[in-house]
C-alpha cells in the first residue's frame, strides 16, 4: 500500500464526531435489544392493564406504565446520543488543544503529537472502527486515536479501506460508511 | 519533545496483569473517601445498626419485627456488596483493560525530569509535563498516574525500584503534584 499521512489540528466538531464515534463503537448491541425489549413488554403490560382494570387508579398507573415503557425502550434513539453531546460539549470546554500527525504503511501506525509519539504494528491495534465521520484506532483500555475523514482524499479513503479490511480482518468495522 | 536535562531517576518495569488490577483498583477507590470499600461498607452497617435500633419500637407498635429485619437484610446484603463483590469487579475490569491493550504488559522505561517524565515502551514515547497528571496515587507497593497523558493509567510497581529511589520519588511526587497527590 502507498502510504497515507494526514495532519490535523483537532476541531470542535471532530471532538464531538470522535467521541460519538467512540461511544456508538462501544455501545453493546444486547443492551439495546434488553432496553427496547424492556420498553416492549412494559407497553404490552400497560395496555393489557388498561384493558382489564377498572378504576382511574389502575387507568393512572397504566398511562404511566406506558410513558415508562416509551422512556425505557427508545432511550438509546433519543435521551443517549442527548445525554453523549451534553458529556462531549463539558468534556471539548477542558479538553486541551492538539495536532496529530497519523501515517499508515504496509506494516505500521505512526502516530505523532506534541507529546506522544508511536509506531504500532497493526497487529498492537485492539480493533479498528469507521463511520462516516471518522476512523477510530483503538490500542485497548480506552487509549485510542482517531482519524477525522474530513483530512483524507476519496482516494486515500478507498486505499485505506481495503488495506485495513486486509489488515485486521475481523477486528475492522465499519457503521453507516457510503 | 523532550528538553534535555539531567534526570531525577530512571525506572524500568514491567507491569504484570495483577499489577494493573490493583493500579486500576488504587486509582478507584482513592478517588474520595466515600470511594473507600470500608468507608462504603461502614456506612452500610451504620444502616443496618439503625435498622436494630428499630427492633423494640416496632415489636412494640406494630406487633411484629420483619420491617427492620429486613432492613437489616438489605443493608448488610449493600455491605457485603461494597466490601466484597465491588472491588473485585473493578479489580476484574482492570484485568481486562489490560488484557485488550497489548502496549501494557511490554517493558517500560520511565525518566523523571524536574517539570517533565518521559515514559517509553517498543512502541510508544509519552513526554508529558507534571501539569499534564491529574491525579497521582500511591500505596506501599504501586504508583499510578492518570491525566491527559495518552494511556487510561500509569502503573508503577514499586518492586522495580529500589528503597533511595522510591523515597525520592514519593518526596517529589507530593512536593510536586501537592492536591493532585493521594497516598493510600
Known sequence: MQPVEVTFLVTKQDFYEWKRALSRAQLRRWEVMLCRGMGLCFLILGICGACFFPGTAAKTACALLMLLSVAVGLYYDTLYPYLIHRRITAMWETAPQKTYRIGFSEQQVTVDSERYCATLPYAMLSGVYEDSHVILLDIGAGELHFVPKRTLTKEEQQRLQQHLKRVMNEKYKQEGVR | ?184
Open chain 2, 1 to 184: 519533545m523532550g528538553t534535555s536535562q539531567q534526570a531525577l531517576l530512571e525506572i524500568r518495569a514491567t507491569v504484570q496483569r495483577r499489577d494493573f488490577e490493583m493500579g486500576y483498583y488504587l486509582a478507584r477507590k482513592l478517588v474520595s473517601p466515600l470511594h473507600l470499600p470500608r468507608v462504603q461498607a461502614g456506612l452500610c452497617l451504620t444502616g443496618a445498626a439503625l435498622c436494630a435500633t428499630m427492633i423494640p419500637t416496632c415489636s412494640l407498635y406494630l406487633g411484629s419485627v420483619w420491617a427492620p429485619v429486613c432492613g437489616i437484610g438489605f443493608f448488610v446484603f449493600l455491605a457485603g456488596l461494597f466490601g466484597w463483590l465491588v472491588p473485585s469487579m473493578v479489580k476484574s475490569r482492570g484485568g481486562w483493560m489490560y488484557q485488550t491493550n497489548r502496549t501494557l504488559s511490554l517493558p517500560y522505561t520511565m525518566r523523571v525530569f524536574e517539570d517533565r517524565f518521559e515514559w517509553e515502551n517498543e512502541y510508544e514515547r509519552i513526554c508529558a509535563h507534571w501539569t499534564d497528571v491529574d491525579r497521582c496515587y500511591e500505596n506501599r507497593q504501586y504508583y499510578v498516574l492518570r491525566g491527559d497523558l495518552e494511556k487510561p493509567l500509569l502503573v508503577i510497581p514499586k518492586k522495580a525500584m529500589d528503597a533511595p529511589a522510591m523515597e525520592t520519588l514519593s518526596r517529589f511526587l507530593k512536593k510536586t503534584l501537592a492536591v493532585r497527590y493521594r497516598g493510600g
